[in-house]
């Protein structure tokens, strides 16, 4: 294969399936790429950008430029092309969500714990929601801060609520709050911190990537479909972990090592995310399409008096 030909935007795996979606993932979201150093990272993006220019140094070989491609991914935005915080990017959600998952899953017995535990989990989600957003659509510092503080708020009024709820209820019961917590501030942090592609609209495109116009259900679409991707992501280790912990702690040799069982529940978050941040990234594309006759009436007619019929999806990007 003649290098200077080589297309490296084209995907590697068909991302129209899950198992190709799933494949790239693992491959972007490996935590391994959180410990390069940026120069290395911006190395990867020189040699990503001279390929696209036509400009392959020579000697590269195909491997490299797919290492190349996998660094751009993992730690460059789609959308801006600039390099996202360390703490926010795909590749750095299995030993930052490992810890602090094992951590809210050891502590749930008393409010005061609760309370830090799912106030760390927000400040690390209000991050990670505003590195992967559809940085064509603007958000200013206040929104940022109303949508932390709303979220923060709802996870610390969900778990404090059922947390004295449940004093009365099964221990397992109360080991299951902290998901409940979770999956309630993510239906309010993600469109909070991205309610500007709400209230204006998404940025679509026809598949060649003309752009068509700005829609508000394309919007609610894509960030639907993370929301439900991030709560996915959570579900096994909170709701699965918490019935092995339930059963092992009944063992007299886990009795004796109380205090490794923080560590302990840390390593297992740790096995289940591994698994399933590539998979819940998968469960949805991320250049998200919609059919034209389902855009708002104004934008469907504007594309029709363009394009006709020949334009019968748009394409945008849901974001993670």
């Not at 490299?64 to 703490?87: E, V």
């Not at 819940?280 to 919609?290: G, K």
């Not at 934008?299 to 019929?309: A, M, N, T």
Request: charged share 15%; aromatic share 10%; net charge positive.
């Amino acid at each position: 294969m003649a290098l200077r030909t080589f297309d490296i935007d084209a995907q590697r795996w068909d991302q129209s399936t899950f198992m190709g979606r799933l494949k790239h993932f693992f491959n972007i979201t490996d935590c391994r790429t959180a410990l390069l150093p940026d120069s290395k990272l911006d190395e990867a993006k020189a040699l990503v950008e001279s390929c696209r220019a036509g400009s392959v140094p020579p000697g590269t070989t195909v491997e490299q430029l797919y290492y190349a491609k996998k660094l751009y991914d993992s730690a460059f935005h789609p959308d801006t092309g600039d390099r996202m915080n360390l703490i926010g990017r795909m590749s750095f959600q299995v030993p930052g969500g490992m810890a602090i998952t094992g951590f809210m899953l050891q502590f749930y017995r008393t409010v005061p714990a609760v309370v830090f535990w799912q106030w760390v989990n927000q400040s690390f989600n209000a991050l990670v929601n505003y590195t992967n957003r559809n940085a064509a659509s603007p958000i200013t510092s206040k929104q940022i801060g109303v949508a932390y503080i709303t979220a923060t708020s709802t996870a610390l009024a969900t778990a404090v609520g059922l947390n004295l709820y449940t004093k009365k209820a099964p221990p397992l019961v109360a080991r299951w709050v902290p998901f409940a917590a979770v999956a309630a501030a993510n239906c309010v942090n993600i469109p909070m911190m991205r309610q500007q592609e709400i209230l204006n609209g998404i940025a679509v495109t026809d598949e060649n990537g003309n752009k068509l116009g700005h829609s508000k259900r394309a919007a609610v679409k894509g960030i639907t479909q993370v929301v439900v991707s991030r709560i996915t992501m959570a579900a096994p280790g909170m709701i699965i972990l918490p019935i092995i912990m339930e059963r092992m702690e009944k063992y007299k040799f886990m009795q004796r090592i109380t205090f490794l069982h923080g560590p302990i529940q840390v390593m297992m978050v740790g096995v289940f995310l591994v698994f399933m941040v590539p998979a819940a990234c998968s469960l949805f594309p991320q250049r998200c399409s919609m059919a034209v006759s389902n855009l708002e009436p104004e934008l469907r007619d504007s594309i029709v008096s363009q394009y006709g019929d020949s334009v019968k999806q748009v394409y945008f990007n849901k974001g993670l």
